[in-house]
């Protein structure tokens, strides 16, 4: 679909490295955007070349690590120098996804969802709400941060009007399981659940929790544990 | 500082368990807020009781990982009945920390920043953002869904006048750093880093990261892995 398979050469050294049949391990995948956002201050900063070991000073990441996360990105460092940081931004976010716009729908405008609605810089990192369904009547019909809410019973009608294959979830816990269902039914592949709920799906469709609470769980709980220790 | 070492009997089982020197695995304390809002979606449904098994069966988790999750919390079951429901509810929902009140400031009123000043939901899961920090000079005096907003340089002072020891980081990567040195600097004890900035702070400060950017990479990636396999 969208995988970038590209030759690199630099200073004699040449790799064409092709892993689309590798699954890049969901740890790398959330450490790549930290190397990527660190090397964009560092191009602010005005420089042209960075090694995995300056991004390692930089993160208080272990520099092989980092080198082997660079791996499953089509990018080779030139030794002593490093990678040209403009490539290297330019390769991570089409690797990440950042450069492609994903259409998606919200389902569930309720305080999470009006606030996602409004939160433009997520269309920063390649994702665009383009509508968002409730029942709620004084919602339906109208819009928030220009993203039209629409009524859940259009949700089928309104697949074929846009080209949508990701689905964000903010309903409330007890509707959670029904909605996702009708989702995947309509033909939507990819759940951004920020439900606190488990939705279970077949196989071949991608469910990304990003649970708030429990995010704020683990926080409470640390903070809790080193209030004690003192 | 704030930890429940409750003594619960039923049914001629007695358990005093205290667990104050255990260190929670992270996993477990993301995987309690699903066992919570499943627990009490069955509650709605009538239920009294609910099994280690019963919960497995629902949300797909083995149920030995949740009888053993569930043995950092200070509940007993009884055997062949399981769990009582309310007293689950109860204890999870102190354990996680939702019913004690942590105020905290938002440093950065972005777009995130702005969204989550209007997601009233965190307030029902303990966290109440009470002021907000920015330079513009078009926020600073306003206020967004009730939290005023104050100039950045008001920090220290508002720290005097405010209970708060919780920061929730929604500024621009450049300035993540400095920002999150200068909330350590003045009492803040736990960053909420929504950046994609790794920020570094010292041992004893808790950092709990959220970056949406990084969930998104991982959606992303698993569609077009998906797409791929086709």
Redesign the interface.
């Not at 409004?118 to 997520?122: A, K, P, R, W, Y």
């Not at 439900?195 to 488990?198: D, E, L, Q």
């Not at 990003?210 to 004690?228: D, I, K």
């Given at each position: 679909?969208?995988?970038v398979v590209s030759y690199y050469c630099t200073n004699g050294m040449s790799n064409l490295i092709s892993r689309?049949n590798t699954?890049?391990p969901?740890p790398t995948?959330?450490r790549?955007?930290?190397y990527?956002?660190?090397v964009?201050?560092l191009k602010?900063k005005g420089e042209q070349f960075i090694s995995s070991t300056q991004i390692s000073k930089e993160?208080?990441?272990d520099a092989s690590q980092i080198a082997k996360d660079l791996s499953y990105v089509n990018i080779s460092g030139r030794t002593r120098v490093g990678y040209e940081i403009d490539r290297l931004i330019e390769v991570l976010e089409d690797f990440?996804?950042?450069t492609?716009t994903?259409k998606a729908f919200l389902f569930g405008v309720?305080?999470?969802g009006?606030?996602?609605l409004?939160?433009?810089?997520?269309s920063h990192?390649?994702?665009q709400i383009v509508a968002a369904f409730d029942i709620k009547p004084e919602l339906v019909g109208t819009s928030i941060g220009g993203i039209p809410i629409y009524h859940s019973d259009e949700f089928t009608a309104r697949m074929k009007e846009y080209d949508v294959?990701?689905g964000v979830l903010t309903v409330p816990?007890?509707i959670a399981q029904q909605i996702t269902d009708s989702m995947v039914e309509g033909g939507i592949?990819?759940v951004?659940n920020f439900?606190?709920?488990?939705i279970?799906v077949s196989e071949?469709i991608?469910v990304?929790n990003?649970?708030?609470?429990?995010?704020?769980?683990?926080?409470?709980?640390?903070?809790?544990?080193?209030?004690?220790q003192k």
């Open positions: 679909m969208h995988l689309e699954k890049v969901e995948l959330r790549l955007p930290w990527l956002s660190n964009k201050l602010q993160i208080n990441i990440l996804g950042f492609k994903h309720g305080s999470l009006g606030a996602l409004q939160d433009s810089g997520l990192f390649g994702l294959n990701i816990i007890q592949k990819a951004w439900t606190p709920f488990r279970r071949h991608v990304q990003t649970s708030l609470y429990a995010h704020l769980a683990v926080m409470f709980n640390r903070l809790n544990l080193n209030g004690e």
